[in-house]
């Protein structure tokens, strides 16, 4: 009994490190290494005709995120990206997650008011997650799920690309020379066609498979900067209808070398 009780305790403890492990911000896979602390934070928030029913009968928020310590800027460039991401735009500003939630219960609430008799309900599940960081660059992506009325929800996802050591957000002309915007495009444009298996006299936009403004390929905004390349993200209904949800385009280093300043901070990712 005694060796038993024992094993249990064992269990016990093994159990509570790994809880904690998904806690604490300051270990990840191999090939990189946490240079700033932080710690993930939850909340969820539910509409007040929720009651004592689950989650899944009613409107609820549910947010996570990172919070790093003593990193005001990084944190703020996190929940505005986050906001950005997610917010409803209801006449209203968010400043916070807090507020996010509030105004996000908010038009759920315009919605009952203009049809009560609907049994629709709302949710926003979305979280903010470290991919990687090493001595120069953390990157976070920020993704979730949303549906605000209408006839389906909508999947989203962005990125902020962090230099640790400015500490400031990451801009494509800190990495590339100047004028560098029509060659990277170009570049990107042979990526794409042969991803999408498109002759270079196709279309980009028919009216049905994609619809790239003026028939012209463009770059998103959105951007996630890995050790192979730089990798663009068309979240749902960007460039494609909303079957053909999110397109990702990855444009190697060694595609575009001559485009890179020699000293930026993906200088370590070119071979």
Same mark, same amino acid.
């Given at each position: 009994?005694?060796? =038993?009780?024992?094993?249990?305790?064992?269990?016990?403890?093994?159990?509570?490190?790994?809880?904690?492990?998904?806690?604490? *911000?300051?270990?990840?896979?191999?090939?990189?290494?946490?240079?700033?602390?932080?710690?993930?934070?939850?909340?969820? #928030?539910?509409?007040?005709?929720?009651?004592?029913?689950?989650?899944?009968?009613?409107?609820?928020?549910?947010?996570?995120?990172?919070?790093?310590?003593? %990193?005001?800027?990084?944190?703020?460039?996190?929940?505005?990206?986050?906001?950005?991401?997610?917010?409803?735009?209801?006449?209203?500003?968010?400043?916070?997650?807090? #507020?996010?939630?509030?105004?996000?219960?908010?038009?759920?609430?315009?919605? %009952?008011?203009?049809?009560?008799?609907?049994?629709?309900?709302?949710?926003?599940?979305?979280?903010?997650? !470290?991919?990687? #960081?090493?001595?120069?660059?953390?990157?976070?992506?920020?993704?979730?799920?949303?549906?605000?009325?209408?006839?389906?929800?909508?999947?989203?996802?962005?990125?902020?690309?962090?230099?640790?050591?400015?500490?400031?957000?990451?801009?494509?002309?800190?990495?590339?020379?100047? *004028?560098?915007?029509?060659?990277?495009?170009?570049?990107?444009?042979? =990526?794409?066609?042969?991803?999408?298996?498109?002759?270079?006299?196709?279309?980009?936009?028919?009216?049905?498979?994609?619809?790239? %403004?003026?028939?012209?390929?463009?770059?998103?905004?959105?951007?996630?900067?890995?050790?192979?390349?730089?990798?663009?993200?068309?979240? !749902?209904?960007?460039?494609?209808?909303?079957?053909?949800?999110?397109?990702?385009?990855? !444009?190697?280093?060694?595609? =575009?070398?001559?485009?890179?300043?020699?000293?930026?901070?993906?200088?370590?990712?070119?071979?």
């Amino acid at each position: 009994m005694k060796y =038993i009780k024992n094993i249990g305790l064992l269990l016990i403890a093994g159990s509570f490190a790994a809880c904690n492990a998904g806690v604490q *911000g300051n270990k990840q896979s191999a090939g990189t290494k946490d240079t700033l602390a932080y710690t993930y934070k939850a909340f969820k #928030q539910r509409d007040a005709d929720c009651g004592n029913g689950p989650d899944s009968t009613c409107t609820i928020v549910k947010i996570s995120y990172p919070d790093f310590d003593g %990193k005001k800027t990084l944190n703020d460039s996190v929940t505005q990206s986050f906001i950005k991401l997610f917010a409803t735009n209801a006449g209203k500003t968010d400043t916070g997650y807090n #507020q996010l939630a509030d105004n996000f219960i908010g038009t759920y609430k315009a919605f %009952k008011k203009e049809q009560p008799k609907s049994t629709l309900i709302f949710l926003l599940d979305g979280h903010a997650k !470290v991919l990687k #960081q090493d001595s120069d660059i953390l990157t976070v992506e920020i993704s979730g799920y949303s549906y605000n009325g209408g006839p389906h929800g909508i999947e989203l996802t962005s990125y902020v690309n962090w230099d640790a050591k400015a500490n400031k957000s990451i801009a494509l002309r800190d990495l590339f020379v100047a *004028g560098y915007q029509d060659k990277l495009n170009q570049a990107a444009e042979q =990526i794409f066609r042969k991803n999408e298996a498109l002759k270079d006299t196709a279309t980009l936009n028919n009216g049905r498979t994609y619809f790239f %403004k003026d028939k012209k390929f463009s770059l998103p905004a959105n951007y996630l900067i890995t050790s192979e390349g730089i990798q663009f993200l068309y979240n !749902v209904y960007t460039i494609k209808p909303y079957a053909a949800g999110k397109t990702e385009l990855l !444009v190697p280093y060694a595609a =575009i070398k001559i485009l890179l300043l020699p000293n930026s901070v993906v200088k370590n990712y070119i071979k």
